[in-house]
Protein backbone atom coordinates (compact mmCIF):
# COMPACT_ATOMS: atom_id res chain seq x y z
CA UNK A 1 0.00 0.00 0.00
CA UNK A 2 1.94 3.50 -0.78
CA UNK A 3 -0.33 6.36 0.15
CA UNK A 4 0.32 10.16 1.26
CA UNK A 5 -0.48 9.57 4.98
CA UNK A 6 0.54 9.14 8.35
CA UNK A 7 -0.83 6.82 10.28
CA UNK A 8 -4.28 5.02 8.93
CA UNK A 9 -6.25 5.86 12.39
CA UNK A 10 -5.86 9.45 11.48
CA UNK A 11 -6.57 10.07 7.78
CA UNK A 12 -10.06 11.32 8.04
CA UNK A 13 -8.93 13.50 11.02
CA UNK A 14 -5.70 15.59 9.36
CA UNK A 15 -7.79 15.66 6.01
CA UNK A 16 -10.18 17.54 7.83
CA UNK A 17 -7.71 19.86 9.29
CA UNK A 18 -6.54 20.26 5.70
CA UNK A 19 -9.71 21.21 4.80
CA UNK A 20 -10.60 23.77 7.09
CA UNK A 21 -6.89 25.88 6.75
CA UNK A 22 -7.26 25.68 3.00
CA UNK A 23 -10.59 27.26 2.98
CA UNK A 24 -11.31 28.87 6.58
CA UNK A 25 -13.30 31.42 4.80
CA UNK A 26 -15.97 28.49 3.88
CA UNK A 27 -15.61 25.96 6.48
CA UNK A 28 -15.41 25.48 10.37
CA UNK A 29 -14.66 21.69 11.31
CA UNK A 30 -15.96 20.60 14.91
CA UNK A 31 -14.74 17.92 16.76
CA UNK A 32 -16.36 15.83 19.71
CA UNK A 33 -18.47 15.32 17.65
CA UNK A 34 -16.83 15.56 14.28
CA UNK A 35 -18.94 17.71 11.64
CA UNK A 36 -18.51 20.69 9.05
CA UNK A 37 -20.27 23.79 9.28
CA UNK A 38 -20.49 26.21 6.79
CA UNK A 39 -18.53 29.66 7.86
CA UNK A 40 -20.39 31.95 9.96
CA UNK A 41 -22.87 29.14 10.79
CA UNK A 42 -26.32 28.96 11.08
CA UNK A 43 -28.27 31.64 8.47
CA UNK A 44 -31.31 33.50 10.09
CA UNK A 45 -34.45 32.18 8.44
CA UNK A 46 -33.24 29.34 6.12
CA UNK A 47 -33.70 25.82 6.23
CA UNK A 48 -30.54 23.75 6.70
CA UNK A 49 -29.57 21.29 5.12
CA UNK A 50 -27.34 18.58 6.39
CA UNK A 51 -25.65 15.24 4.70
CA UNK A 52 -22.97 13.22 5.27
CA UNK A 53 -21.85 9.35 5.46
CA UNK A 54 -18.13 7.86 5.32
CA UNK A 55 -15.12 9.19 4.18
CA UNK A 56 -13.21 8.06 1.52
CA UNK A 57 -15.78 9.61 -1.21
CA UNK A 58 -14.13 12.95 -1.21
CA UNK A 59 -14.98 15.84 -2.24
CA UNK A 60 -18.67 14.37 -0.92
CA UNK A 61 -19.87 15.31 1.89
CA UNK A 62 -17.47 17.95 3.75
CA UNK A 63 -16.18 19.70 -0.19
CA UNK A 64 -20.13 20.55 -0.68
CA UNK A 65 -20.29 22.82 2.22
CA UNK A 66 -21.04 26.25 1.20
CA UNK A 67 -22.92 29.04 0.15
CA UNK A 68 -25.49 27.17 -2.04
CA UNK A 69 -25.51 23.89 -1.06
CA UNK A 70 -25.02 22.11 2.34
CA UNK A 71 -24.87 23.92 5.93
CA UNK A 72 -23.20 20.82 7.06
CA UNK A 73 -21.68 17.80 6.57
CA UNK A 74 -20.55 14.47 8.71
CA UNK A 75 -17.76 12.56 8.13
CA UNK A 76 -17.61 9.18 9.28
CA UNK A 77 -14.42 6.77 9.42
CA UNK A 78 -13.34 5.64 6.00
CA UNK A 79 -16.34 3.70 4.44
CA UNK A 80 -18.68 3.93 7.78
CA UNK A 81 -21.66 5.86 8.45
CA UNK A 82 -21.38 8.80 10.86
CA UNK A 83 -22.60 8.64 14.46
CA UNK A 84 -26.26 9.77 15.36
CA UNK A 85 -24.60 12.23 17.56
CA UNK A 86 -22.91 13.70 14.73
CA UNK A 87 -25.75 14.65 12.87
CA UNK A 88 -27.59 15.80 15.72
CA UNK A 89 -24.91 18.36 16.87
CA UNK A 90 -24.92 19.08 13.10
CA UNK A 91 -28.49 19.94 12.91
CA UNK A 92 -28.49 21.72 16.00
CA UNK A 93 -25.93 24.02 14.48
CA UNK A 94 -27.51 24.83 11.47
CA UNK A 95 -31.11 25.09 12.44
CA UNK A 96 -32.51 29.05 12.81
CA UNK A 97 -35.81 27.73 13.32
CA UNK A 98 -36.81 26.64 9.60
CA UNK A 99 -36.13 23.21 9.99
CA UNK A 100 -33.35 20.91 8.58
CA UNK A 101 -33.17 18.75 5.60
CA UNK A 102 -31.23 15.41 5.52
CA UNK A 103 -30.05 14.04 2.54
CA UNK A 104 -29.06 10.80 3.02
CA UNK A 105 -27.61 8.22 0.71
CA UNK A 106 -29.35 4.71 0.69
CA UNK A 107 -26.85 2.38 2.84
CA UNK A 108 -27.95 0.76 5.88
CA UNK A 109 -25.72 2.58 8.68
CA UNK A 110 -26.46 5.64 7.11
CA UNK A 111 -30.27 5.60 7.22
CA UNK A 112 -30.27 4.27 10.35
CA UNK A 113 -28.42 6.66 11.94
CA UNK A 114 -29.92 9.59 10.36
CA UNK A 115 -33.24 8.00 11.45
CA UNK A 116 -31.82 8.06 15.14
CA UNK A 117 -30.45 11.66 14.88
CA UNK A 118 -33.81 12.95 13.23
CA UNK A 119 -35.68 11.59 16.74
CA UNK A 120 -33.03 13.51 18.94
CA UNK A 121 -33.54 16.51 17.00
CA UNK A 122 -37.02 16.40 16.86
CA UNK A 123 -36.96 15.60 21.17
CA UNK A 124 -35.20 18.96 20.96
CA UNK A 125 -37.84 20.87 19.18
CA UNK A 126 -35.81 20.84 15.71
CA UNK A 127 -38.52 20.16 12.81
CA UNK A 128 -36.77 17.39 10.43
CA UNK A 129 -37.38 15.76 7.39
CA UNK A 130 -35.46 13.40 5.36
CA UNK A 131 -34.79 11.94 2.00
CA UNK A 132 -33.43 8.83 1.16
CA UNK A 133 -31.28 8.94 -2.33
CA UNK A 134 -31.56 5.91 -4.41
CA UNK A 135 -30.66 6.19 -7.60
CA UNK A 136 -28.45 3.28 -8.69
CA UNK A 137 -29.45 0.92 -11.19
CA UNK A 138 -26.98 -1.27 -10.80
CA UNK A 139 -28.35 -3.59 -8.07
CA UNK A 140 -31.41 -4.16 -6.09
CA UNK A 141 -30.01 -4.83 -2.92
CA UNK A 142 -26.30 -5.25 -1.89
CA UNK A 143 -23.66 -5.83 0.61
CA UNK A 144 -24.54 -2.46 2.30
CA UNK A 145 -27.85 -1.82 1.39
CA UNK A 146 -31.97 -2.74 1.09
CA UNK A 147 -32.85 -1.27 -1.87
CA UNK A 148 -30.31 0.59 -4.37
CA UNK A 149 -27.95 2.42 -3.43
CA UNK A 150 -27.61 6.33 -2.96
CA UNK A 151 -24.67 6.92 -5.30
CA UNK A 152 -24.48 10.11 -8.17
CA UNK A 153 -27.81 12.17 -7.79
CA UNK A 154 -26.91 12.96 -4.23
CA UNK A 155 -24.49 15.55 -5.66
CA UNK A 156 -27.11 17.29 -7.72
CA UNK A 157 -29.88 17.09 -4.87
CA UNK A 158 -27.26 18.86 -2.46
CA UNK A 159 -26.77 21.67 -5.12
CA UNK A 160 -30.16 21.95 -6.11
CA UNK A 161 -31.75 22.29 -2.73
CA UNK A 162 -29.27 24.05 -1.79
CA UNK A 163 -29.72 26.45 -4.19
CA UNK A 164 -33.42 26.55 -3.26
CA UNK A 165 -33.04 26.68 0.50
CA UNK A 166 -31.07 30.33 -0.44
CA UNK A 167 -34.11 31.24 -2.28
CA UNK A 168 -36.47 30.89 0.94
CA UNK A 169 -38.01 27.39 0.10
CA UNK A 170 -39.39 25.96 3.53
CA UNK A 171 -39.21 22.46 4.76
CA UNK A 172 -41.84 20.70 2.73
CA UNK A 173 -41.31 22.77 -0.20
CA UNK A 174 -37.14 21.37 0.41
CA UNK A 175 -37.85 18.01 0.98
CA UNK A 176 -40.79 17.88 -2.32
CA UNK A 177 -38.13 19.08 -4.20
CA UNK A 178 -35.28 16.42 -2.94
CA UNK A 179 -37.81 13.38 -3.23
CA UNK A 180 -38.59 14.71 -6.81
CA UNK A 181 -34.86 15.08 -7.75
CA UNK A 182 -34.26 11.32 -6.30
CA UNK A 183 -37.03 9.93 -8.42
CA UNK A 184 -36.23 11.73 -11.80
CA UNK A 185 -32.16 10.85 -11.38
CA UNK A 186 -30.57 7.43 -12.20
CA UNK A 187 -27.17 6.09 -11.93
CA UNK A 188 -24.41 3.53 -12.52
CA UNK A 189 -20.83 3.05 -12.38
CA UNK A 190 -18.38 0.67 -13.63
CA UNK A 191 -14.22 -0.13 -11.98
CA UNK A 192 -11.10 -0.98 -13.91
CA UNK A 193 -9.68 -1.45 -10.33
CA UNK A 194 -10.24 -1.92 -6.85
CA UNK A 195 -9.36 0.47 -4.22
CA UNK A 196 -7.22 0.09 -1.11
CA UNK A 197 -8.93 1.14 2.71
CA UNK A 198 -5.68 2.08 4.65
CA UNK A 199 -7.04 0.31 7.85
CA UNK A 200 -6.70 -3.06 5.90
CA UNK A 201 -3.99 -2.38 3.77
CA UNK A 202 -5.48 -4.58 0.52
CA UNK A 203 -7.65 -4.00 -2.56
CA UNK A 204 -11.43 -4.47 -1.79
CA UNK A 205 -11.41 -7.16 -4.30
CA UNK A 206 -9.56 -8.34 -7.17
CA UNK A 207 -9.92 -7.67 -10.76
CA UNK A 208 -7.81 -9.11 -13.79
CA UNK A 209 -5.79 -6.37 -16.04
CA UNK A 210 -8.06 -7.33 -18.91
CA UNK A 211 -11.57 -6.86 -16.75
CA UNK A 212 -13.84 -4.71 -15.59
CA UNK A 213 -16.44 -4.63 -13.22
CA UNK A 214 -20.29 -3.27 -14.61
CA UNK A 215 -22.33 -1.80 -11.82
CA UNK A 216 -20.35 -1.45 -8.79
CA UNK A 217 -20.67 0.47 -5.75
CA UNK A 218 -18.79 3.48 -4.14
CA UNK A 219 -17.52 1.20 -1.05
CA UNK A 220 -15.83 -0.83 -3.50
CA UNK A 221 -18.71 -3.58 -3.77
CA UNK A 222 -19.15 -5.98 -6.12
CA UNK A 223 -21.07 -4.82 -9.17
CA UNK A 224 -23.44 -6.49 -11.58
CA UNK A 225 -21.35 -7.97 -13.80
CA UNK A 226 -17.52 -9.06 -14.39
CA UNK A 227 -16.50 -8.39 -18.41
CA UNK A 228 -14.35 -8.31 -20.53
CA UNK A 229 -12.02 -4.73 -20.69
CA UNK A 230 -13.75 -3.24 -23.89
CA UNK A 231 -13.45 0.29 -25.24
CA UNK A 232 -14.93 3.34 -24.58
CA UNK A 233 -17.11 3.32 -26.67
CA UNK A 234 -18.97 0.08 -25.78
CA UNK A 235 -18.78 0.69 -22.02
CA UNK A 236 -20.39 3.93 -22.02
CA UNK A 237 -23.10 2.22 -24.63
CA UNK A 238 -23.79 -0.47 -21.66
CA UNK A 239 -24.12 2.41 -19.37
CA UNK A 240 -26.00 4.56 -21.25
CA UNK A 241 -28.63 1.72 -22.06
CA UNK A 242 -28.83 0.82 -18.42
CA UNK A 243 -29.41 4.55 -17.15
CA UNK A 244 -31.76 5.60 -19.97
CA UNK A 245 -33.56 2.44 -20.28
CA UNK A 246 -34.17 2.50 -16.35
CA UNK A 247 -35.13 6.13 -16.32
CA UNK A 248 -37.35 6.08 -19.27
CA UNK A 249 -36.08 8.99 -21.27
CA UNK A 250 -38.28 10.01 -24.50
CA UNK A 251 -37.00 12.01 -27.38
CA UNK A 252 -37.98 15.69 -26.48
CA UNK A 253 -37.02 15.85 -22.81
CA UNK A 254 -33.86 16.99 -21.20
CA UNK A 255 -31.19 15.74 -18.52
CA UNK A 256 -28.32 17.14 -16.06
CA UNK A 257 -25.70 15.35 -16.70
CA UNK A 258 -22.96 14.06 -14.50
CA UNK A 259 -19.79 12.41 -15.50
CA UNK A 260 -17.95 11.07 -12.29
CA UNK A 261 -14.81 9.71 -11.97
CA UNK A 262 -14.12 7.28 -9.24
CA UNK A 263 -10.72 9.03 -7.56
CA UNK A 264 -8.21 7.43 -9.78
CA UNK A 265 -9.27 7.91 -13.12
CA UNK A 266 -7.53 11.29 -15.22
CA UNK A 267 -9.91 13.56 -16.50
CA UNK A 268 -9.08 12.87 -19.88
CA UNK A 269 -11.06 9.44 -19.99
CA UNK A 270 -13.67 10.93 -18.38
CA UNK A 271 -14.11 13.76 -21.55
CA UNK A 272 -13.75 10.65 -23.92
CA UNK A 273 -16.92 8.70 -21.66
CA UNK A 274 -18.49 12.13 -22.06
CA UNK A 275 -18.15 12.81 -25.93
CA UNK A 276 -19.94 9.14 -26.12
CA UNK A 277 -22.50 9.93 -23.77
CA UNK A 278 -23.08 13.16 -25.39
CA UNK A 279 -23.59 11.32 -28.79
CA UNK A 280 -25.91 8.68 -27.48
CA UNK A 281 -28.53 11.42 -25.84
CA UNK A 282 -28.33 13.06 -28.98
CA UNK A 283 -28.95 9.79 -30.94
CA UNK A 284 -32.07 9.79 -29.04
CA UNK A 285 -33.41 12.94 -29.06
CA UNK A 286 -32.60 13.92 -25.57
CA UNK A 287 -30.90 17.10 -24.59
CA UNK A 288 -28.51 17.52 -22.50
CA UNK A 289 -29.08 20.95 -20.34
CA UNK A 290 -26.14 21.26 -18.37
CA UNK A 291 -23.31 18.88 -17.61
CA UNK A 292 -20.39 17.84 -14.58
CA UNK A 293 -17.66 16.21 -15.43
CA UNK A 294 -14.83 15.66 -12.41
CA UNK A 295 -14.52 13.79 -9.64
CA UNK A 296 -16.87 14.41 -7.48
CA UNK A 297 -18.44 11.38 -5.75
CA UNK A 298 -14.85 8.89 -5.43
CA UNK A 299 -14.13 5.24 -3.75
CA UNK A 300 -10.44 6.50 -2.49
CA UNK A 301 -7.67 5.62 -5.50
CA UNK A 302 -10.33 3.53 -7.40
CA UNK A 303 -10.50 3.69 -11.28
CA UNK A 304 -13.66 3.73 -13.20
CA UNK A 305 -16.28 6.34 -13.59
CA UNK A 306 -20.03 6.86 -13.16
CA UNK A 307 -22.89 8.38 -14.96
CA UNK A 308 -25.63 10.11 -13.90
CA UNK A 309 -28.72 11.29 -15.75
CA UNK A 310 -31.30 13.93 -13.87
CA UNK A 311 -34.40 14.53 -16.00
CA UNK A 312 -34.61 17.92 -15.19
CA UNK A 313 -37.45 20.77 -16.48
CA UNK A 314 -36.67 24.54 -16.28
CA UNK A 315 -37.22 24.63 -12.45
CA UNK A 316 -34.15 22.41 -12.01
CA UNK A 317 -32.19 23.94 -14.49
CA UNK A 318 -32.46 26.77 -12.85
CA UNK A 319 -31.51 25.96 -9.24
CA UNK A 320 -28.56 24.21 -10.39
CA UNK A 321 -27.82 27.38 -12.56
CA UNK A 322 -28.07 29.24 -9.05
CA UNK A 323 -24.19 30.45 -7.35
CA UNK A 324 -22.51 28.06 -5.41
CA UNK A 325 -19.17 28.43 -3.36
CA UNK A 326 -17.93 25.28 -1.61
CA UNK A 327 -14.34 23.86 -1.89
CA UNK A 328 -15.24 21.75 -4.67
CA UNK A 329 -17.71 23.22 -6.08
CA UNK A 330 -18.65 26.82 -7.06
CA UNK A 331 -19.63 29.16 -10.21
CA UNK A 332 -21.59 32.52 -10.20
CA UNK A 333 -19.88 33.68 -7.27
Not at 142 to 162: F, N
Not at 210 to 234: D, N, S, T, Y
Not at 235 to 260: K, P, S, W
Not at 306 to 325: F, Y
Request: aromatic share 4%; proline share 5%; charged share 20%.
Amino acid sequence: MKKLINRPQMVVRESLAGLALAHPDLVEVHTDPTYVLRAGGRVPGKVGIVSGGGSGHEPMHAGYVGRGMLDAACPGDIFTSPTPDQIEQASRAVDSGAGVLHIVKNYTGDVMNFEMAAELCRAGGITVEAVVINDDVAVRDSLYTAGRRGVGTTVLAEKICGAAAERGYDLQQLAGLCTRVNANGRSIGVALTSCTVPAAGRPTFEIGEAELEFGIGIHGEPGRERLPMQPAQAIVAMMARAVTGDLGLRRGEQVIALVNGMGGTPLIELYIVYHELARICQAMGVGIARRLIGSYITSLEMAGCSITLLRADDELVGLWDDPVHTPALRWGV
